[in-house]
């Protein structure tokens, strides 16, 4: 259990550059030290106390004059995971403004909300037909998904329209797409037949039991939304034991629900079982900033909860974005930002992150979609800023032992003074200590 377990402490150790590592730790745990390098190949060893001695010779001398080949030449045996790349094409569109909940914690801020706009039809063509040409001359899958600022399905002919516009687009041009989608689970029957035949995947979000998920996403006129998400959310269920459907839950965590996490996992489990859940910290972000009823957990006892359900279910089964399983590994949290992809606004705008409020849309902007010219126009020098948000921009992150696996953390929630530092170590921490108790060998 990890309440049993000795505090891991850790040392920075600065690396000469080879193959782009430049980052390793001397960690210790119960008397015992390891080497861990999390990028760009993991590295998790135990340590001879000869081993240790050299390491910690090299780290008093403070200086990059060791490469990582060096380093593994005091201790031969190491394991290598390396990260796995994706090679699709991907695109995000968001559908609508249009919401028919109201979220206590909507980042968007629906509660003061009055707009109404839908994505430009035009735009979704071009940008269809870019992507299925480029994923066609590469000869990959390209990837487009559906989400937005309010419920992308919550205007049914709306949404099935622009399913059919990228399925026959994909079709004509001879190009493969896998379509996913981000809903909040309140469709109608039109719309779950043609998610089951046309998506792969889908992030539900459900917070938890009735009561739980009532309180935090009432729909417009105050009633629960619970009844319907649960029920489209099984039928979804049910058709991934026949089809290819992936389906996953995101449950935001607010104060209010914290002490019921184990109760709402396991109704969960019970309900949905062998789905992947989501637990996100509600950030104090557009409505949750103004709304009274719910708040932000806190940190360390989200922490405590967090691997507390760990310990009991595993880290497959539940998670939160910023810190996965330790061996996954990457330099940029968002590729929608560091890419970035070919996201499109509801609003026919290039927008690298879609985790704004509309007071914010302007630090995420790289082109738009010019009806006057029938193109999409782009800002190359906006472009090159975001391909260079990585976690080697943030000073405070370089000697960060989470630094490979937060990578900063999501930007949206940065520019918003949103951080979740000592959550993300811990949970990175919590899962270093459960491998060292597997790991049995010494080098």
Known sequence: MHNEAAPTSWQYLPLKSEDGITD?????YDAVYYLYVPWPKTYLIRLSQIAVSELQMYRSDGQRNRTISEVLAIVPKYTDDQEQFSDCITMTLGVTTNCNLRCRYCFIGQSVSTDSQFIPIRAVEL???????NAKDRNVRAVVHLQGGGEPTSNSAYFLRVVDLISGIFSRLGSEVTLSLTTNGTFDNDVRRCIIECFSSVSLSLDGTRQIHDLHRPATDGRGSFDLAFENGKALLKATQTRRLVLGIRSTVSQQSLPYLHEIHRFFSEHFPGVQVRYEPLAAMGDARLDSKVSSPDPKLFLEQMLSLHDIFGYDVSNHSACGPFDEVRTRFCKSLSIPTMNIDEYGRLVACQGYGMR????YQYGFYDQST???????ERVAQFRSMS??????????????????DCPALRV????????????????LCDSINHLGREV
């Open 391 to 408: 976690v080697f921009a943030y000073p405070e992150c370089h000697s960060c032992i989470a630094k490979y696996h937060c990578a900063g």
């Open 24 to 28: 390793a730790w001397l960690l210790q």
């Open 360 to 363: 914010d849309v302007g630090r």
């Open 374 to 380: 029938d193109r999409f126009v782009f800002d190359m």
């Open 416 to 431: 918003n003074g949103v951080k979740r530092c000592g959550l993300n170590r811990g949970v990175l921490l919590a899962q």
């Open 127 to 133: 940008g269809a037909e870019r992507l299925a040409k």
